[in-house]
T-cell receptor
Framework: ELKVEQNPLFLSMQEGKNYTIYCNYS?????LYWYRQDPGKSLESLFV?????AVKQEGRLMASLDTKARLSTLHITAAVHDLSATYFC???????????????FGKGTLLTVNP | DSGVTQTPKHLITATGQRVTLRCSPR?????VYWYQQSLDQGLQFLIQ???????AKGNILERFSAQQFPDLHSELNLSSLELGDSALYFC?????????????FGPGTRLTVL
């Protein structure tokens, strides 16, 4: 069974600082997604990483994927308060027949950016 | 706005009752997924439909069932409700069920069982 682990689960940081959220998964996959969720709101797709070495950047967020290490990172640069949210990674794996894929989510990282 | 719609936004009901949650996927999306999110369990995948057929099952209780209709909207039926069923229920959709699986989430239905 695929396990997806994020750490840290809680992250409190000051504005202007940098930090990285890690997402480890237990079974080989070359497709990983990052989502953002604001309190009481829906999940918003941030990044889609589809191959080993993939790197995507949007504003102060940069995501990367290392399929050999089964690791994805979400790096935050010069954090601002608006980035406060819960961030989820999700890994895509096919079923045994390969005809259907299912996302497995990590528990999420609650990020709080303080002024 | 993801293009996925869910109704109702909020639902308050009593234990033992039955409710139906409705989801309309994004235009062109054939796959619909249902998730339950609660503080203690996190985000749990319940079930997936693709073009009217059930494709995958996750941690869905026997008291829960779902279906996808010919117009591709989906309904999640929850029966014999218990206090522990109180949660946020999300529907998500994607283009297909195969290679590329980026899912777009609806706004959710918050279910409160009293």
């Amino acid at each position: 069974e695929l396990k997806v682990e994020q750490n840290p689960l809680f992250l409190s940081m000051q504005e202007g600082k940098n930090y990285t959220i890690y997402c480890n998964y237990s079974t080989t996959s070359d497709r990983l997604y990052w989502y953002r969720q604001d309190p009481g709101k829906s999940l918003e797709s941030l990044f889609v990483l589809l191959s080993n070495g993939a790197v995507k950047q949007e504003g102060r967020l940069m995501a990367s994927l290392d399929t050999k290490a089964r690791l994805s990172t979400l790096h935050i640069t010069a954090a601002v308060h608006d980035l406060s949210a819960t961030y989820f990674c999700a890994v895509d794996l096919p079923n045994s027949g390969g005809s259907n894929y299912k996302l497995t989510f990590g528990k999420g990282t609650l990020l709080t950016v303080n002024p | 706005d993801s293009g996925v719609t869910q109704t109702p936004k909020h639902l308050i009901t009593a234990t033992g009752q039955r409710v139906t949650l409705r989801c309309s996927p994004r235009s062109g999306d054939l796959s619909v997924y249902w998730y339950q999110q609660s503080l203690d369990q996190g985000l749990q995948f319940l079930i997936q439909y693709y073009n009217g057929e059930e494709r995958a099952k996750g941690n869905i209780l026997e008291r829960f069932s779902a279906q996808q209709f010919p117009d591709l909207h989906s309904e999640l039926n929850l029966s014999s409700l218990e206090l522990g069923d109180s949660a946020l229920y999300f529907c998500a959709s994607s283009v297909a069920a195969g290679f590329f699986n980026e899912q777009f989430f609806g706004p959710g239905t918050r279910l409160t069982v009293l």
